[in-house]
């Protein structure tokens, strides 16, 4: 399977442009073609209703990242799952026991989606309202001087 990769396309002017993140996120879940590409279709919708401000970046290599003063979470493919890796996860509130994989860190939570899953939608937002919050929180601005 191929990767998505950074795209040039002529501008109005004739000059070459790189592909934006967002179209980056849309690249990828077009190649995917599967269950996997529309999970991770939903999850981006999901978290675009939760932070209508989130900012959608291309990190390493051909990982999604959704970012609001620093990084919500990732949407990593596999071949079996779609990982949704929250930077700060250790550190948010999780009621509804999303957080199903990297329990063991002090840093980092993630949420395996697994093809026969159901996403707890409001759980999901929830989440990623918390992730968004903590990052904007004053505690968080002091720790990333």
């Given at each position: 399977?191929?990767?998505?990769?950074?795209?040039?396309?002529?501008?109005?002017?004739?000059?070459?442009?790189?592909?934006?993140?967002?179209?980056?996120?849309?690249?990828?879940?077009?190649?995917?073609?599967?269950?996997?590409?529309?999970?991770?279709?939903?999850?981006?919708?999901?978290?675009?209703?939760?932070?209508?401000?989130?900012?959608?970046?291309?990190?390493?290599?051909?990982?999604?990242?959704?970012?609001?003063?620093?990084?919500?979470?990732?949407?990593?493919?596999?071949?079996?799952?779609?990982?949704?890796?929250?930077?700060?996860?250790?550190?948010?509130?999780?009621?509804s026991g999303l957080f199903n994989s990297s329990l063991e860190g002090n840093?980092?939570?993630?949420?395996?989606?697994?093809?026969?899953?159901?996403?707890?939608?409001?759980?999901?937002?929830?989440?990623?309202?918390?992730?968004?919050?903590?990052?904007?929180?004053?505690?968080?601005?002091?720790?990333?001087?």
């Amino acid at each position: 399977m191929k990767k998505a990769t950074a795209s040039m396309k002529k501008s109005g002017s004739g000059q070459e442009e790189e592909a934006s993140p967002s179209q980056m996120i849309d690249a990828r879940i077009e190649e995917l073609k599967d269950w996997r590409g529309g999970t991770l279709a939903r999850v981006r919708a999901l978290i675009r209703q939760a932070e209508p401000d989130v900012v959608e970046e291309w990190k390493w290599r051909g990982v999604p990242v959704w970012e609001r003063s620093g990084i919500i979470c990732t949407g990593e493919t596999y071949k079996s799952v779609v990982k949704l890796t929250f930077a700060r996860g250790a550190a948010l509130e999780d009621p509804s026991g999303l957080f199903n994989s990297s329990l063991e860190g002090n840093t980092r939570r993630a949420i395996d989606i697994h093809e026969s899953d159901r996403i707890d939608e409001e759980a999901l937002k929830a989440l990623v309202r918390a992730a968004a919050a903590l990052n904007m929180s004053p505690k968080a601005s002091r720790s990333k001087k």
